[in-house]
């Protein structure tokens, strides 16, 4: 399914987190391994099991705190919600609340970049047609995320763009979803195309 799974840590401490380890979270793991990082937190974009699948081994084998909002996970560890902090070795990762692909659905910020999991991929954004979705409120997020600055990198939680990664900058030229002047004109296109 084109998933994106993320390791971030501090470069001085060597604290990490692990970021929807979808269905291959062995992957995750190795790399950790191999760079020398302990997985502290395990966090949550939001709570589609093509995002959520690996959760289980990645807590077995590490005991990493699970970080999500409780809208998508049930239970998690660390609750999530708008504003939430996380530290991270000498690093915090910062929460937006990001609502429309799913109701608990989240964007993980650090410094100038943000793993925005189903929210923003590179030229689209996420579906607002599923159970729980809401087309108004992903409207809303994207609102929000555009007033990122321009060079804020975006790490999104598929690789379903004409490259991997991209910048809020690149997608206020480029992404048809950014670009819709209002709400009107989003849903048509979000829900009719």
Known sequence: MDN??????????????????????????????????????????????DHV????????????MLAAH???????????????????GNGIV??????GHTPGSVVFKTNDQIMTGDTLFVSRCGRADLPGSNVVALYNSLQRLKKLPKQT??????????????????????????????LKSFTKLRLES
């Open 153 to 182: 990198k975006i790490y999104p939680g598929h690789n379903y763009g004409p490259t991997a990664t991209s910048t809020i900058g690149w997608e206020l030229q480029n992404n048809d979803y950014f670009k819709c002047p209002d």
């Open 70 to 88: 409780p809208a998508d996970v049930q239970n998690p560890d660390i609750p999530l919600a708008e504003g939430s902090k996380l530290e991270l």
């Open 94 to 99: 910062e929460v937006i609340h990001t609502p």
């Open 4 to 49: 994106f799974s993320y390791l971030i840590y501090c470069q001085k401490t060597l604290r990490g987190a692990a970021i929807d380890p979808s269905m291959r979270p062995e992957l995750l793991l190795e790399k950790a391994t191999t760079l020398g990082v302990k997985l502290e937190l395990l966090l949550n974009t939001h709570g589609h099991q």
């Open 53 to 64: 699948a690996g959760n289980d081994i990645i807590i077995e084998q590490t005991g990493a």
